[in-house]
């Protein structure tokens, strides 16, 4: 099984399962911002590889990136992305900064909020599937890189690559008082972990 063979109700269940993580996400979010968080349903969907980076304006867009890796009875890999603009305001918010307009570069505390934005995130995600399946998952620190939307998706499309040509993404828009904070997850795993996850859930092929 590959994620472009994924049936309807098997892309119900991960949406399912996304909109859950996204519910908890969106509420532990709330607080870190200081402001409401309402959601829209997160829309799943399966990318060619070439098209993921044209979600954040292509591949020369520079986006701010949170990798977690998850390993246990359901192994692979998240990463939360959001364009830099997005990151900014996430960030002004969280330490009340302003960046100037010719602004290009997160010191180590900016890049300490977005990791923990994406820990929160990612962790919720997969506290999802584990609560879901009953499946024993562990998520290890996170990881956070800025720089162009194509070298951060080279390491998830190098694992990709060893079992197919397309990616799972779940499509997540939070909204706060102010503004719309648009952010993608790609989700990484691999046959025998998808195949895990849906026997433990009763849905076949």
């Known amino acids: 099984m590959s994620y ?28 870190l911002l200081h402001s409401r968080l309402d959601m829209e349903i997160p829309v799943v969907k399966v990318l060619e590889f070439d098209d993921i980076a044209g979600m954040v304006g292509g591949a020369d867009t520079v986006v701010s990136a949170v990798l977690t890796r998850f390993s246990g009875e ?22 009340n900064r302003n960046y100037s307009e ?6 180590h505390m900016d890049k300490s909020a977005l990791k923990e934005v994406g820990n929160i995130l990612m962790s919720s995600y997969i506290s999802s599937i584990s609560t879901l399946t009953g499946l024993k ?5 996170p990881e956070i890189c800025v720089d162009m939307a194509g070298a951060v998706l080279s390491m998830p499309i190098s694992v990709l690559g060893q079992v197919g040509d397309k990616a799972l993404i779940i499509d997540s828009k939070f909204f706060d008082d102010n ?27």
């Open 179 to 205: 503004r719309r904070i648009e952010g993608f997850i790609l989700f990484v795993s691999d046959d025998a972990s998808l195949d895990s996850m849906f026997e433990a859930l009763g849905i076949g092929c």
């Open 102 to 107: 010719g602004f290009i570069e997160f010191d």
């Open 137 to 141: 998952v562990k998520t290890n620190p």
């Open 4 to 31: 472009e063979n994924l049936s309807s109700e098997r892309l119900d269940v991960l949406r399912e399962i996304g909109n859950i993580g996204a519910g908890n996400a969106a509420t532990a979010l709330s607080v």
């Open 74 to 95: 359901v192994n692979g890999m998240t990463l939360f992305i959001l364009e830099l603009e997005e990151a900014k305001h996430m960030v002004s918010v969280m330490l």
